[in-house]
């Protein structure tokens, strides 16, 4: 077959050399989607061959091959090759998958350790069998039993980025006796002689490297007879031992401490395969496990014989690059002996002997901690053998508890396991030990880096990685899920082996290794996420010293007056509460002052409010010991300080009239201080020295600046950093611009007025004229601090800050974005993620727009920024966000952010357009190229009502007359032909094919016929930076919209379905768009889940909803300001009309929350008058609201319904709508309720009437109009909604399906709202069951995180719920019964599942079982059969009375291999005793006894069960609503039915 590749390929890759080469694009930022195939089905013998051409160093993984049965011509390709399914086998690292599944570990070379220049192939024999080869040395057989037609599979996956097929031809060593040659030498290997084994050599040709590679030590080959008494005894006393083979080279020297590997990881590997049966070893001949012969250890190391080229194995061969950065995979076929080490090719395990506590399974892989709540500590464990030079020794946490302080610890030691007397924690061994311990670094129990990483391993959760790396170099580096923490130590001993600590919350671990692909896939994805803080900027080096040429520069001490702060990395000193007290401002230099150094600081900041000011000197006191006093004069020894214009000494005045007066100076004058080499003491005000002060000054004294008075911030001036501006310094240079950054608009000479604004958060403080902002009591507040920009940024304009001090004490950290809203017009929230408007912000890694998460893994994550670190915004002039971290542009954060309001995503223009239009920047951008005419284009979308479609001039062209035209059409622009349009018109106002209007200079025009003149600002007199819109509202009127203001309604009557359309018409050739769609409804693209598709447990898409309400119910109240003819009484609950037909208007004191139902009842109709009453909302507050006479006067913000119809600001804007109010008779309930998209529903008697308008504001405030014959109603207390926060009554409607609406379903939809109570917060029954189930120590990953679909079916709380007994579920629906008496905990559905067919589709039911049984049925996430239960075996499931339903059907399969389960459509019967048996437990409230049972709440597949009688014998009836003939459901098949919830009952 051809030695090419298919043409189809994953998204990445790019073919090349007659499709010989693959490349994968985007290398370094995507890690995936590099799938390659054959362009043919491989023939039997056949090795497909490629070359590794490429590889990068950005991810974790490499090259994966294999083969597939799927046709490439078909295939729709996935990310990675562990995907494919269908007949797939993949080799990944060391690993063999099939279908994405696991078959084989340790199989092989690893594969991720392969460098550039080395080959990989895969081979189908003619027996079937799955063949990798490496460097053209067989590895043996990977998998068995393949169907003939197979194509070769390739995936350029993490490090590999670019591959070419050399050959794809039968090895050129097989011949066509090749079966019975290798079974001649499988009867040869079978039971070789010890003597054959170590009187051959067996030495491959030296690798590339010049890596000697040796067979395997011929010792463990004595063991293949079982002669223990031919192993040597080796001891680190031997240089060689006594029977040790003298077949190497003359020139091979092995060194101590590698012969003690040898024999000691052989010994081991022999021990190790005896205890498991010789299985994983390979010991001759093929194992049950094991497709090779020859020996080796459970890790693939072999040595001689076993396979098709007698030398080893032969996936280990000679010849071999090693490019990887362990530099130990190169290939050996036993052992590699290389300059670094030696070490043996077993995998790394936990050494079997270890802590008390501790217990190994898993192969040794995993290591967990018992009694994890009793104990915190005797949980040492150590590897197996020593770590090898770059090599990860990396763990997964499995399991922590929530009880101790402190968790895992993780290091190295010199210490052999096998000698060590394990200590209660390696922190307490004081020797030749390592540790990591939180965030901090201890040697030999003594800590000696307290911050070596910003990770601390106490905070790391269930899945985290955390690994280890002995470098060459001697260095000890750490990693947190595969991110790199630096240097931990420098000159690391050479022999060392990897420690765990299993403390306090850390109870299970297991070692991962690297050929693992999830694992892989984990990483890489950790990678991407955190690439960002750090890229283009290079890490500083980690040093356990400091830098002997480092500045020796003059800061602040950190230890300061209590009401002082140090910010700017040391520099700047302040009082942030400057106005509140005058001293205990004392602020020290970080060290002495040299001889003539002068020590100068200016004054930022005064206040007025203060006698007194700044004060300067010097003291012998070091700052860090010294007990600072409110004011340094009162510091009785060692102090010289200048104060107003005289001299104390220790608080003595020395001189009465030295200089000039301290308390005189201003903001910006600067004062400073020197020690001379003879001892005199000098300061200086604003540079002029006012002479000597002082004699006999010690030389060791600190600089000392009492910011006391009027003196609030002073920074230090020095020549080795720029200093910050003044707050009012109007001379200020050019603005620096960072590295990277790109320059403003204005240039990089112009300066900057950018400022924090004056208005802020609670808790922050703006000092240094604007440019620094510090969160006051950081200690004790973490929110509050909102700071805003003192104006708007301009396009292109880099608004950037610099983080000058963090505390430890907080998760999370900065967040940073833009705004549209004035600072004026904001009220100040906690945080600004709160703001449900016009708001973009960067959280950690989340891109978050009005509160909602747009978009996660942004490139940058702000949580993991420290001091120093800079960050910066820009909105581009095509309205992109872009976030810049240290000067590095970090990429598009959202699109479509106009200077304006916007909200949603960013209009773009449709690629059906006039024939002199290109179309740039993702269609957000149109420029005419030629001409001035043919430049019309449309909208991509159709515009939805209300929504402004809004576009800026960007260039124009004098030469021409006219200017750019806008305006709506109903032309379809999907219908026109393919560009470029030379039929379309050349310009707008000839565009008559559709309806079109459209404004032309200051004409409206409809089809080109003149509609009216003088319409607003004339389109002719627009320049560059001009913005217009169009706008088609909810009236059907179209609007004009220049540089944001409405020009008011342009043509009426307009059609609904109409596109945007302009004319680039004479000067006006480019515009680009500034505005954003309306949010969309995204509940349609939602993933299915508990809360979007069902309130409890799916009955309340067709019943009563019997799950609490998500939201607190607000007690409403009218307001004290109303109409003149309102009287209030009833506590402001009843509303009457005293007077007249008019003057009747009311509104609410409270806002109407989201998704809560305000309901009213008429009281009373008086049939003298006409009309009735309306009702609505308004948007704006009314507490100082001049009502009208009627509400239909009201025209700003203002939904209004009356009788049949509905108003916007007093215009009609739907018709037909609900039924007539003017017809509602007394006793009518009537009610609002906006909900969670902002749509405006009423209620009539608890009946949903649908949407009456959207986009409604909040808050919003109910409004009534008691006009005409309505003259009093009254608020309705006792009910609540029963409207969840995902859900409506609404929805529930709308949503049902025909089959939903049978037997009486489609009637119990009207319901009466529940009463107001949340029993979840006040029910007793339900707060024991809860506490019985934590005796259960159930993991809590089993249980929903969303407490509101816990419920409890007490008597009180489903009465109070209103629920009723049965309900209906499934196609075709099947009656259930509700668990009275029971308490139900909400079980996490899987990811995979479908959510949302499975509780509308399927039925419900129930199964009793005991508590032994739990967790078991939990961890299998299915019920078990009852012979299967370890502890309780309810009846058998094959009854032998009341009929022989259960008795297996002729042809059915044995019936061991059907999963029968008993289930029953009520509590009633699956809740006995024989199938619920009761436990006894205490209280540890209460510390009475109770008894309690448990059982499952499931979803059942129809058709997965048979219906049958109940088995127990019983001739009463069990259930009224189910006849005992047929309360007993027995399932057929496996996987039909669906945890859903744990019901406990309590007695």
Known sequence: ?????????????????????????????????????????????????????????????????????????????????????????????????????????????????????????????????????????????????????????????????????????????????????????????????????????????????????????????????????????????????????????????????????????AIVSLYRSEDEGGEDLGLGGRGPDSSRGGTGSNNGARGTGGNENGSGGGAEGGGNTNNSPSGNAGGTSGLT???????????????????????????????????????????????????????MFEIRIDKLVDKWSGSIEIGVTTHNPNNLDYPATMTNLRSGTIMMSGCGILTNGKGTRREYCEFSLDELQEGDHIGLMRKASGALHFYINGIDQGVAANQTPGVVYGVVDLYGMAVKVTIVHNHNHSDRLRRNNAIMRALSPDVGRPRPALSLTPDPEAPDRLLFHPNCGQKAAIIGDGRTALRPHATDDFNHGVVLSNRPLHSNEVFQVRIDKMVDKWAGSIEIGVTTHNPAYLQLPSTMTNLRSGTWMMTGNGVMHNGTTILDEYGHNLDRLKAGDTVGVVRKEDGSLHFFVNGVPQGPAAWNVPPSVYAVVDLYGQAAQATIMDDMADLPPLPDDSSEGPTAMSPGSPCSITGASATSDLRFHQLHGTNAVITNGGRTALRQ??????????????????????????IQKMVDRWSGSIEAGVTAIRPEELEFPNTMTDIDYD????????????????????????????????????????????????????????????????????????????????????????????????????????????????????????????????????????????????????????????????????????????????????????????????????????????????????????????????????????????????VEDTESVKAPSLSSDSCSEGEEDTTPCESEPALVPMAMAFLENHGKNIQLSNQNLTAARVSSYNQGLLVTAQALPRQQLFQFQIDRLNSSWTSSLSLGVIGHTPDRLNFPSTACCLKRSVWLLQRDSVFHNSLKICENYGPNLDTCPEGTVLGLLVDANGCLHLYVNGMDQGVAAQDIPSPCYPLIDLYGQCEQVTIVTNHVPAVGAESSEARCQGDMEKADMVDGIKESVCWTPPPEVNPNKTCEYQALCSRFKDLLTLPDGYFNEDAKYNLCYCESCHKLRGDEAYYKRGEPPRDYALPFGWCRFALRIKPHCEVSNTFKKWHIAYHGTNVGSLRRTLDHSQILPAESSSIFSASPVKAEGHGSYGEPEENSAPEREIPRVRLSPTMRYSGLEVFAPKVQFRDPRSLRCHHAQVGFQVCVRPGSYKVGPQSLGASESLDPRFSNTEIEWITKEKGGTLLYGLLIRVE
């Open 1 to 265: 077959m051809a030695a090419e590749l298919h043409p189809r390929s994953g998204k990445l890759i790019g073919l090349s050399n007659s499709n010989r080469t693959a490349q994968r694009n985007q290398p370094v930022q995507e890690f995936n989607h590099g799938l390659v195939l054959s362009r043919e089905p491989l023939r039997d013998r056949d090795v497909f061959t490629v070359r590794i051409d490429k590889k990068v160093n950005s991810w974790s993984g490499s090259i994966e091959i294999g083969v597939t049965a799927l046709d490439p011509a078909a295939l729709d390709f996935p990310s990675s090759a562990t995907g494919l399914k269908g007949g797939s086998w993949i080799v990944s690292g060391c690993s063999v998958l099939k279908d994405g599944r696991s078959v084989l570990e340790e199989y092989g070379r690893d594969l991720d350790q392969l460098g550039e220049g080395d080959r990989v192939g895969i081979q189908r024999n003619s027996r079937g069998e799955l063949h990798l080869w490496v460097n053209g040395q067989d590895c043996g057989t990977a998998a068995s039993g393949l169907p003939p037609r197979l194509w070769a599979v390739v995936d350029l996956y993490g490090k590999c980025t670019q591959v070419t097929v050399v050959s794809c031809e039968p090895p050129p060593d097989i011949e066509e006796d090749q079966e019975e040659d290798e079974e001649e030498r499988e009867e040869e290997v079978a039971s070789p002689s010890p003597a054959a084994l170590m009187t051959e050599p067996c030495r491959d040709h030296e690798d590339r490297t010049g890596t000697l590679v040796l067979s395997t030590v011929p010792v463990i080959a004595t063991a293949m007879n079982g002669s223990a008494e031919e192993v040597p005894e080796v001891t680190r006393g031997h240089s060689r031992p006594d029977k040790f083979p003298n077949n190497f080279e003359p020139e091979t020297v092995l060194t101590e401490h590698q012969l003690f590997d040898v024999f000691n990881n």
């Open 337 to 391: 002996v290389a300059p670094s080490g030696m070490t043996t090719n077993d995998a790394l395990l936990f050494h079997e002997k270890c802590g008390t506590l501790i217990k190994l399974s898993n192969n040794n892989k995993t290591a967990e901690r018992r009694r994890p709540l009793d104990e915190f500590n005797n949980g040492v464990v150590m590897t197996n053998r020593p770590l090898r030079h770059n090599e």
């Open 777 to 802: 009591n950081c200690r004790s507040e973490f929110n509050d601090a909102i700071v805003i920009s003192n104006r708007c940024l301009r396009d292109g304009e880099l608004f950037e800050i610099v």
């Open 839 to 1078: 708001t973009w912000m960067l959280s950690g890694t989340a891109i978050m727009q009005d509160g909602n998460t747009m978009r996660n893994n942004y490139g940058c994550d702000l949580d993991s920024l420290s001091t120093g670190s800079r960050i910066g915004m820009m909105r581009t002039a095509s309205g992109d966000l872009h976030y810049y971290i240290n000067g590095v542009d970090q990429g598009v954060a959202c699109t479509g952010l106009p200077p304006g309001k916007v909200a949603g995503v960013a209009h773009r223009l449709h690629n059906k357009h006039g024939k002199n239009v290109v179309l740039l920047g993702d269609g957000c951008q149109a420029v005419r190229v030629g001409g001035y005419a043919h430049g019309i284009v449309f909208s991509a979308k159709e515009l939805k009502a209300d929504e402004l479609f809004e576009v800026k001039i960007n260039e124009v062209d004098e030469q021409w007359s006219g200017s750019l035209r806008i305006g709506l059409t109903t032309l379809q622009p999907p219908d026109l032909p393919s560009c470029p349009l030379s039929g379309l018109s050349p310009s707008l106002t000839q565009l008559r094919s559709k309806v079109t209007w459209l404004l032309a200079g200051s004409e409206v025009r409809r089809n080109g016929v003149l509609q009216r003149q003088n319409y607003g600002c004339s389109l002719d007199r627009l320049t560059v930076g001009n913005r217009v819109g169009v706008k088609r509202c909810s009236d059907d009127t179209m609007h004009i919209f220049i540089d944001g203001e409405d020009m008011g309604p342009a043509a009426t009557a307009v059609a609904k379905n109409v596109y945007a359309v302009l004319d680039l018409y004479g000067k006006v050739t480019a515009v680009s768009i500034v505005s954003s769609t309306l």
